[in-house]
């Protein structure tokens, strides 16, 4: 307050700021509009980049469109760029436009050929310790169970067809908390100052000693799986800088996800997400049904485009390598114009996990060459060539007149029936003349030399499509040429196997990283007997190194491969015929004729009762070669497994040792039965015909009843030996 000449002013005091000092209000603002600010720029930068990888993509989706017309059977639509869509121009009343799909049939062909056989896939240990190679053992049960749990071969074949017509299939590994199997947990509120128990029907409180079950609550919950997801090219953008498929640092995947699915899994920011009003904008109708049509004929399975777009909306997920600012990668999730989650790379990983699974891969560029690409433009000719062969047919069948003016001919004064009288006034010389056709045969040719040139394409000649080629008469000379035409696909094939290798590592990496309970996985045994096997995600450790035998995928003929080892049995190079069917893949022989299969389940459910230490006889009508097998096996793979007591390792051994006593009581009855030609079914001769456990033929001269390794007599000696 101040005073002038008399007058007391009043002088306005300004507002004061509030304070910025740790866990004020105005320091909690600053923080909340920095998070805000910060929100807005990642934002921002996601945009960016998605606009960048959209440019670079839109200059395939046209090969895409119209691709996808051609397999589908709609072969004389076109591209419009303007409207990136494809449209079908309007045919003039006199026009033909037959199509003849053949590209259909050699895409599905080609596809068969290189899922007939799956790559034979392999865990390699880390070292070469036992402990490691047990480990590896264990990994190799755990991709067999994954691989059936994703239903792999279904995935591959939809990737194939996808890349077979746009170049390139897109498989994600993830893990998926909602599957798997389900499992049943009591939950209780305990209060550990009172010692007591809330129960959680009443409320009340129950002291711990007096606690029991029925205060609990029973809670079912799933356990989580891993799964192999399909990404349609349509909603997968790729890094601008990649050079190649397997170079590839950044990715966006977009998804249609329902708004209640959207609000469960984030929370506050999912429930402000809005509905998609339409979706990919940039599509127009035809080119969705199209899309639609070739997503029921098992293009791909989860595109969303044939499903309703209402309470869905737009799920755009950015995924990025690590690197020396992302030590763990990164991932930003983003819908309606703001950010539900951002981070490290889910599930514990530490690589992207889309898989490409390419066609043909071209060196300066990311996304491959499609076979459909080449297919396209014979099938162009082909369609023409057809179509004129029938326009010329149907004006030979009702030609054109030459009428002169003034001749009064009627326009409906013509037509195709036969011994028609047909009446115009002359004028002069002239008169109404047919014009002739020109011969059309030279199309027969072009058409051949279309078919030609596909069948060199796709690597599918005549015995591709079961046709005999001329002057070949040999069953032998046919299935050589058949695999020469299987061999071209080897480039093809090794693409299948390195995007096979990297599916396989990354489904092991989630497994080690997700399954913190223990599992019991169903894996399919050596004669394709079903096995169950219990494990942890700490049991696989190191072993998630998958390895494909190179060139296990290229189709090759089993008739061939039967002959092969058929000609090896009877020149005795494979004394055990067992080994031979084995070898033949002939498991369902080896059930009929020797009862593997029930006799394996036996020494399986031995294992497990040995393991615990019980007592189990050796019957006379037992299997002894086999049951060796088994056991052996089953000890090594358990060789570090804590869990069996020393006891139970001894029980094991004098359980194998009664097996090699048994094989040397039955040795006189099987002399006897090899000098009268009496000898088969289960009686075999251990110099013979019988396989030691591991697969390898037991030598002449080996005592019957010791180990075929050399080993020391069975019985005690073995029993006694040490528990590990």
């Known amino acids: 307050m101040a005073a002038v000449g008399g007058t007391q002013h009043i002088v306005p005091a300004h507002p004061t700021l509030p304070s910025r000092g740790p866990g004020t209000i105005g320091h909690v603002l600053d923080e909340r509009t920095k998070a805000e600010q910060k929100e807005q720029d990642l934002l921002s930068e996601m945009k ?36 990136r869509s494809v449209y079908v121009p309007p045919q003039p009343p006199h026009r033909v436009r037959h199509v003849s799909n053949v590209v259909a049939r050699h895409v599905d062909r080609w596809v068969a050929k290189l899922t007939k056989n799956r790559p034979t896939m392999n865990v390699e240990p880390t070292t070469n310790t036992d402990e490691d190679k047990s480990a590896a053992r264990a990994a190799n049960a755990a991709l067999e169970h994954a691989l059936r749990v994703v239903k792999f071969d279904r995935k591959l074949r939809a990737a ?20 798997g199997e389900w499992k049943t947990e009591k939950r209780y509120n305990l209060d550990q100052q009172a010692g007591t128990v809330i129960d959680i029907k009443t409320g009340k409180r129950i002291p711990v000693d007096r606690f029991t079950s029925d205060a609990a609550e029973t809670v079912e919950q799933p356990l989580g799986e891993v799964v192999l997801d399909y990404v349609p090219p349509f909603d997968f953008y790729w890094d601008t800088d990649a050079q190649g498929p397997f170079d590839c640092r950044r990715v966006i995947e977009r998804s249609f996800l329902p708004i209640d699915e959207i609000a469960a899994e984030w929370g506050d920011r999912g429930r402000r997400v809005r509905p998609q009003k339409q979706d990919r904008p940039e599509i127009l109708d035809y080119s969705r049904r199209l899309i639609a049509d070739f997503e029921s004929k098992g293009g791909w399975e989860t595109s969303g485009v044939n499903e309703s777009i209402r309470d869905r909306a737009a799920v755009y997920r950015y995924m990025e390598e690590p690197s020396q600012t992302f030590p763990k990668g990164r991932m930003v999730v983003w819908a309606d114009e703001q950010i539900l989650d951002a981070g490290k790379l889910p599930w514990g990983l530490d690589r992207i996990p889309h898989t490409v699974v390419p066609c043909t891969t071209l060196p300066w560029r990311f996304w491959p060459r499609s076979l459909m690409d080449d297919l396209r433009r014979l099938q162009v000719e082909r369609n023409k060539a057809l179509s004129q062969d029938i326009e010329a047919r149907n004006l030979t069948r009702w030609p054109k007149l030459l009428v002169p003016h003034g001749c009064n001919l009627r326009r409906d004064a013509w037509n195709s029936e036969a011994g028609e009288k047909v009446f115009y006034t002359p004028i002069g010389p002239y008169k109404p003349e047919m014009l002739t056709v020109g011969s059309t045969q030279h199309n027969e040719g072009h058409i051949l030399r279309m078919d030609s040139d596909m069948r060199d394409i796709s690597a599918q000649h005549e015995v591709s499509h079961a046709q005999v080629p001329g002057g070949v008469r040999s069953g032998n000379a046919i299935i050589a040429l058949q695999e020469a035409d299987d061999t071209v696909l080897g480039p093809a094939a090794a693409e299948v196997e390195a995007a096979t290798e990297w599916i396989g590592s990354t489904l092991l990496l989630l497994q080690r990283e997700n399954y913190v309970e223990r599992r019991f996985l169903k894996i399919t045994g050596e004669i394709n007997s079903p096995d169950v096997t219990a494990m942890m995600g ?12 190179p060139g296990s995928s290229i189709p090759q003929s089993k008739y061939l491969k039967e002959e092969r080892v058929l000609a090896l049995f009877k020149a005795g190079l494979i004394p055990d015929p067992r080994r031979a069917l084995r070898l033949m893949d002939r498991h369902d022989a080896l059930d009929l004729y020797f009862g593997e299969g029930a006799s394996r389940q036996i020494a399986r459910k031995e294992n497990l009762m040995l393991a615990r230490g019980e007592h189990v006889d050796v019957m006379p009508e037992e299997d002894a070669h086999l049951h060796i097998e088994e056991h052996e096996q089953f000890m090594r793979e358990r060789k570090f497994d804590t869990r069996i007591p020393p ?29 009268t030609g009496m000898g088969g079914g289960n009686f075999r001769q251990p110099g013979s015909i019988a396989s030691e456990p591991g697969g390898r033929s037991v030598g002449a001269g080996v005592p019957p009843g010791r180990p075929p390794g050399g080993g020391g007599p069975p019985g005690p000696s073995i029993a006694t030996a040490g528990a590990g």
């Not at 440019?55 to 709609?74: D, P």
Request: charged residues 25%; glycine residues 6%; contains cysteine.
């Open 48 to 83: 960016r980049r998605l606009r960048q990888m959209r440019a670079v993509r839109a200059l395939h989706e046209g090969a895409w469109l119209i691709n996808i017309a051609f397999y589908m059977g709609n072969q004389w639509a076109t591209y419009n760029r303007a409207t």
């Open 160 to 179: 194939l067809k996808t890349a077979a017509v746009c170049g390139a299939g897109i498989l994600r590994p993830a893990w998926d908390w909602k599957a």
């Open 538 to 549: 700490s049991d696989l450790k190191g072993s998630i190194d998958v390895r494909v035998v």
């Open 647 to 675: 006891e139970a390792w001894a029980v094991m051994r004098q359980h194998v040792g009664d097996h090699y006593e048994s094989l040397a009581d039955k040795a006189p009855l099987l002399d006897l039965l090899a000098k």
